[in-house]
């Protein structure tokens, strides 16, 4: 099936600083790639999205690039902000029917002031 | 619109008790999702449903069940839960057109003693 590997799993930067976290996938079908913000007791939510036709994708502080050749995508958040702190979760489709995701394992990322 | 509820909320069961957790979705998603939520594993899907009466297995389905006798829910059981089955657990649903966003529940949180 298809695996989607996230790193760092922490991350920590000062506050104004940008973030960056990496996935990978291994399925070369996959077409969407999803990342949510998960808060602390809260359900996920989407925060921006990518589809395979595109390389990159923005949206005010958060953008998203795609590399179909090597197979990873990237999430950037520039200019952090306190309320960022998070987890957040790569995803990516995988062949067979229903849409399916297989998410990353998430990375804690902490914006200090 | 309420958008995805789940109920109930938290649930304590012991080894071997039985339990069914509820989904509802108020806008005619014709696909939903049942996901558990594990420290440090992301969300892995147990169940899928792409129409009403129709189920199908996800990553980890073992030890659960699902149906989807109506549209707007989706049901999880567990027939003879296990400590292994302490878990987050999230129901999601998506519009079976171009919106790809999968819009998830507030979460239910079970323990199994």
């Known amino acids: 099936g298809e695996n989607v590997e996230q790193h760092p799993s922490t991350l920590s930067v000062q506050e104004g600083d940008s973030a960056v976290i990496k996935c990978t996938y291994s399925?070369?079908?996959?077409?969407?790639f999803p990342w949510y913000k998960q808060e602390l007791g809260k359900r996920p939510q989407l925060i921006i999205d990518?589809?395979?036709?595109?390389g990159e994708k923005k949206d005010q502080r958060i953008a998203v690039t795609l590399n179909k050749t090597a197979k990873h995508f990237s999430l950037h958040i520039t200019e952090t902000q306190p309320e960022d702190s998070a987890v957040y979760f790569c995803?990516?489709?995988?062949?067979?029917?229903?849409?399916?995701?297989?998410f990353g394992t998430g990375t804690q990322l902490k914006v200090e002031l | 619109n309420a958008g995805v509820t789940q109920t109930p909320k938290f649930r304590v069961l012991k080894t071997g008790q039985s339990m069914t957790l509820l989904c509802a979705q108020d806008?005619?998603?014709?696909?939903m999702y049942w996901y558990r939520q594990d420290p440090g594993m992301g969300l892995r899907l147990i169940h899928y449903?792409?129409?009403?009466?129709?189920?199908a297995k996800g990553e980890v389905p073992d030890g659960y069940n699902v149906s989807r006798l109506k549209k707007q829910n989706f049901l999880l059981g567990l027939e003879s839960a296990a400590p292994s089955q302490t878990s987050v657990y999230f129901c999601?649903?998506?519009?079976?057109?171009?919106?790809?966003?999968?819009?998830f529940g507030p979460g239910t949180r079970l323990t199994v003693l």
């Open positions: 449903s792409v129409g009403e009466g129709t189920t």
């Open positions: 399925d070369s079908a996959s077409n969407y």
């Open positions: 806008m005619n998603h014709e696909y």
């Open positions: 999601a649903s998506r519009y079976i057109g171009g919106v790809r966003e999968q819009f």
């Open positions: 995803a990516a489709t995988f062949t067979g029917g229903g849409n399916k995701l297989t």
């Open positions: 990518i589809r395979s036709n595109v």
